[in-house]
């Protein structure tokens, strides 16, 4: 069974950075996609960002140029930075990583971004 856990959130003002770390058992990251998804109060689960075993990334277009995804095998962990940050941020970001038929889930990590 693969566990994933993130870390890294926060309250951080309007315009600040955030990064999120997301620490796996196993290497998965390095054999499947991983991804970031989000979850505000209310709304649906939304992806923001994934990337592939073979380093293909993307984004939700509310965040590109702001947030950028990224991982190291070396560590087993995915990383998302996320600068210039606005109130509309703010959600759960949960860490994911889909491998053949096995989609596995972080508890998820509060950001929320007040002045």
């Known amino acids: 069974q693969v566990q994933l856990v993130e870390s890294g959130g926060g309250l951080v003002q309007p315009g600040g950075s955030l990064r999120l770390s997301c620490a796996a058992s196993t290497n998965i990251f390095a054999k499947g996609t991983g991804g970031w998804y989000r979850q505000a109060a209310g709304k649906q689960r939304e992806l923001v960002a994934k990337i592939t075993s073979g380093g293909g990334i993307d984004y939700a277009d509310s965040v590109k140029g702001r947030f950028t995804i990224s991982r190291d095998n070396a560590k087993k962990t995915l990383y998302l930075q996320m600068d210039s940050l606005k109130p509309e941020d703010t959600a759960v970001y949960l860490c994911?990583?889909?491998?053949?038929?096995?989609?596995?889930w972080g508890q998820g990590t509060q950001v929320t971004v007040s002045a």
């Open positions: 994911n990583v889909l491998v053949t038929r096995s989609n596995y």
